[in-house]
């Protein structure tokens, strides 16, 4: 890394979109800077960087702007090439890509929809979301990260989203979500994850997140 490169990042404390992305910063080793979003409150230079999304993280590399968590992952791993995140293997790339997008598009959906119903409806969602999750147990048996033995692009998505960020949810709702005996591989998973600095680094405080996710959602279910 060049001694003038600038490296700045728009985030959110609370959000795995923002959190994957310092994960990924601190793997490679890169400095930069961190800037604290309001997106009640958007700031004028979140604005003139993502003018059409207008939505955390942006990553700003030497002035060019990068938007989207899973592109700035990316781009990360394309222009420092040291410490890859994304698996060397063009299949096990694609797989990876297809299951962050599970957990982005489908397992996040399902999981905060979960969030905006009363007991007697959320119990439908909680069970499309333990489905949906046992793709990944399935993904990880035999493993201590999904890429194997050092964690990855995989990690740090499903990481951010699920284990350190619904899960967080449930609990403050009650709701004992994804447990050791029909997931010990994903709980495994958990565990090991919590051994890595870098990622140990990036994890909102749990209490503190907890009620930031409870408020979310009353605001969710009040709406």
Known sequence: MGKNEEVKLLGIWASPFSRRIEMALKLKGVPYEYLEEDLENKSSLLLALSPIHKKIPVLVHNGKTIIESHVILEYIDETWKHNPILPQDPFQRSKARVLAKLVDEQIANVGFASLAKTEKGREVLIEQTRELIKCLEKELAGKDYFGGKTVGFLDFVAGSMIPFCLERAWEGMGVEMIT??????????????????IVVDCIPPREKHIIHMNNMAERIRSA
């Open 180 to 197: 050791e005996k029909k997931f010990p591989e994903y709980n495994k998973w958990v565990k090991k994850l919590k051994e890595v600095e």
